[in-house]
């Protein structure tokens, strides 16, 4: 599994909205350089995360984005697989068939990582990344 600058950034804006989520709608600027991310780039992340409901836009004055959750309610797994679309560590593991025979005896093995990635990161809630939170978690950052 090899996550993208997408999942990487989205991971990110995530955190920094939850970081900040007193502070209602966050401006796109803000976030964009707060992370260092150019904000063209950061709105195509942004839409994503709106047209999934992770997050909300406010248009105008006063406008920018908002987490709509509480951020103990995200998992990165969740996060990851909305930018990335698979967390899978080989592709066709939804389907046994797509495995030639050679590739066939190893498939149990794949499965079972798939699901050892997708159970750590689905443990990982965005809170647990934010800064107050990481006084003594296990986490590298």
């Not at 600058?5 to 007193?22: N, P, Q, S, W």
């Not at 063209?40 to 105008?60: F, H, N, Q």
Request: hydrophobic fraction near 40%; proline fraction near 1%; charge should be negative.
């Amino acid at each position: 599994m090899l996550v993208s600058t997408k999942g990487r950034y989205a991971l990110r804006v995530m955190i920094d909205l939850a970081e900040h989520v007193g502070e209602g709608y966050l401006p796109l600027r803000d976030i964009a350089r707060r992370q260092d991310i150019s904000e063209k780039y950061l709105e195509s992340i942004l839409k994503v995360l709106v047209r999934s409901r992770l997050i909300e836009g406010l248009r105008g004055k006063g406008g920018g984005y908002r987490l709509t959750r509480d951020a103990s309610d995200y998992t990165v797994g969740e996060v990851l697989r909305l930018t990335e679309g698979s967390l899978a560590p080989v592709s066709g593991l939804e389907d046994e068939q797509t495995f030639r025979v050679e590739e066939a005896r190893c498939f149990e093995m794949w499965v079972k990582l798939d699901r050892i990635i997708s159970d750590y990161l689905d443990g990982i809630k965005i809170s647990d990344l934010c800064v107050d939170s990481l006084v003594g978690n296990d986490y590298v950052i």
